[in-house]
């Protein structure tokens, strides 16, 4: 009889351990999922709006600025809401500063290629840093 009772006592004591540990296990999930969760107030959203061709120009000129130059760009095309760029120098190029021109982001896929994330007005902003780099003579 006493060992029937031990055997009750383990498994009772057995089952208490697996709730106390599932407890645990979701109370340290939640407190992780909070600190996850990606919540943006409304200031820290990026807003871009290219009204008119003043702004596109002036949105050309920050990029280029932090391409490098004229000099460092070899090639510029629009695929999409992108700017892809080829470029001569790799540390010649200025995140910081082409951020500052209120594009959604920039990627470095290669050594020679630098993506700007612009939107919808990646055509006109190409257009406006084309004429920057080959100016009309």
Same mark, same amino acid.
């Given at each position: 009889?006493?060992?029937?009772?031990?055997?009750?006592? +383990?498994?009772?004591?057995?089952? &208490? =351990? &697996?709730?106390?540990?599932?407890?645990?296990? !979701?109370?340290?999930? !939640?407190?992780?999922?909070? $600190?996850?969760?990606?919540?943006? =107030?409304? %200031?820290?959203?990026?807003?871009?709006?290219? %009204?008119? $061709? +003043?702004?596109?120009?002036? *949105? =050309?000129?920050?990029?280029?600025?932090?391409?490098? /130059?004229?000099?460092? *760009?070899?090639? *510029? #095309?629009? %695929?999409?809401? !992108?700017?892809? *760029?080829?470029?001569?120098?790799? /540390? =010649?190029? %200025?995140?910081?500063?082409?951020?500052?021109?209120? &594009? /959604?982001?920039?990627? !470095?896929?290669?050594?020679?290629?630098?993506?700007?994330?612009? /939107?919808?007005?990646? #055509?006109?902003?190409?257009?406006?840093? $084309?004429?920057?780099?080959?100016? &009309?003579?």
């Amino acid at each position: 009889m006493d060992r029937d009772m031990i055997l009750i006592i +383990a498994a009772v004591a057995a089952v &208490v =351990a &697996v709730m106390i540990g599932y407890s645990i296990y !979701r109370s340290i999930k !939640r407190k992780n999922a909070d $600190k996850l969760s990606m919540k943006i =107030a409304e %200031d820290d959203k990026l807003h871009i709006t290219l %009204d008119n $061709k +003043a702004d596109m120009e002036e *949105v =050309a000129r920050i990029i280029l600025e932090g391409l490098g /130059g004229s000099s460092n *760009v070899q090639k *510029v #095309e629009h %695929d999409g809401a !992108r700017l892809k *760029v080829q470029i001569n120098e790799y /540390g =010649a190029v %200025d995140e910081k500063k082409i951020r500052a021109a209120k &594009v /959604g982001g920039v990627l !470095r896929p290669s050594k020679t290629a630098v993506h700007i994330i612009i /939107g919808s007005e990646a #055509e006109p902003v190409e257009t406006e840093l $084309k004429k920057l780099i080959e100016p &009309v003579a």
